[in-house]
C-alpha cells in the first residue's frame, strides 16, 4: 500500500441495515451524498475517523464515526437515516479525551461546551489543541 493510500479513509454506506441493499464507496469529502443513495440504515468505516452530517454541505448534526461495522446505526446511535455529507477528519495521536468543536466562536468553553456540572466534564482542562484545517491528506 503506498503512502498516499495510508493516508486516506475510506467509509462505504449502504440503503439496508446489515450492509444490505445499494452502497456507496466514500474516500474524500463528500457534500452532497443525496445522488449516490435515498438513506442509509449501515455503513463500515474501513479507515480513517469520519464526520457524517444530517444535512447537506457539513451542516446539521453531527456523528463521529471510527473504524468498524455499524449493521444498524440508527438504532444503537439514535442517528438519523438521511445522512447528507461526511468529511473524513484528522485524528491526532493522542492519550486521554478528545472533543472536535466545530467552526464557530468559543467565548465561554464551560457553557458552550457542555463543561459545567450538567455536562460531567467540569474538571477537564485543556492540554493542547489542534486545529484541523479542510482536508489533511
Avoid at 13 to 42: A, P
Avoid at 85 to 107: D, N
Wanted: proline letters at 2%; aromatic letters at 14%; a positive charge.
Amino acid at each position: 500500500m503506498s503512502t498516499t493510500n495510508m493516508n486516506r479513509g475510506k467509509i462505504v454506506f449502504y440503503e439496508d441495515r446489515n450492509f444490505q441493499g445499494r452502497s456507496y464507496e466514500c474516500s474524500s469529502d463528500c457534500s452532497d451524498m443525496g445522488s449516490y443513495l435515498s438513506r442509509c440504515h449501515s455503513c463500515r468505516v474501513e479507515s480513517g475517523c469520519w464526520m457524517l452530517y444530517n444535512r447537506n454541505n457539513y451542516m446539521g448534526n453531527q456523528y463521529f464515526m471510527r473504524r468498524g461495522e455499524y449493521p444498524d446505526y440508527m438504532q444503537h446511535l439514535g442517528m438519523s437515516d438521511c445522512i447528507k455529507s461526511c468529511r473524513m477528519i484528522a485524528m491526532p495521536h493522542f492519550r486521554g479525551r478528545m472533543m472536535y468543536m466545530r467552526p464557530g466562536e468559543y467565548s465561554n468553553f464551560s457553557v458552550g461546551m457542555g463543561m459545567g456540572a450538567m455536562g460531567g466534564l467540569s474538571g477537564m482542562r485543556f492540554m493542547s489543541m489542534r486545529r484541523i484545517m479542510d482536508s489533511w491528506y
